[in-house]
Nanobody
Framework: QVQLVESGGGLVQAGGSLRLSCAAS????????MAWYRQAPEKQRELVAV???????NYAESVKGRITITRDATKNTVYLQMNSLKPEDTAVYYC???????????????WGQGTQVTVSS
């Protein structure tokens, strides 16, 4: 089993910055990729950014240039640096890990519980 715990959310004014953290723990054998999703009220959950084991990244067009995903493999932690925040960035942000745990024969998706980000105008 792999557990993900997010932190760093909060209230910020438009144009401000936040850094979200997601720490993976448990009987981790390997992590293939980690990603951040977000879900605004009455909206579908959408992918914000993903970082793969080789260090390559993908971003949603709406956040490209403002948000950066990084990973510290030694700590099994992924970060989301959010700059120039806009009110439309307001959402619950979720961390997801595609990983394999000891005692399991397959890879699986693991989700954190989410952290609220609110951007005021």
């Amino acid at each position: 089993q792999v557990q993900l715990v997010e932190s760093g959310g909060g209230l910020v004014q438009a144009g401000g910055s936040l850094r979200l953290s997601c720490a993976a723990s448990g009987r981790i054998f390997s992590i293939n990729r980690m990603a951040w999703y977000r879900q605004a009220p009455e909206k579908q959950r959408e992918l914000v950014a993903v970082i793969f084991s080789d260090g390559s990244t993908n971003y949603a067009e709406s956040v490209k240039g403002r948000i950066t995903i990084t990973r510290d493999a030694t700590k099994n932690t992924v970060y989301l640096q959010m700059n120039s925040l806009k009110p439309e960035d307001t959402a619950v942000y979720y961390c997801k890990s595609y990983a394999k745990a000891y005692g399991w024969s397959i890879w699986n998706d693991y989700w954190g519980q989410g952290t609220q980000v609110t951007v005021s105008s």
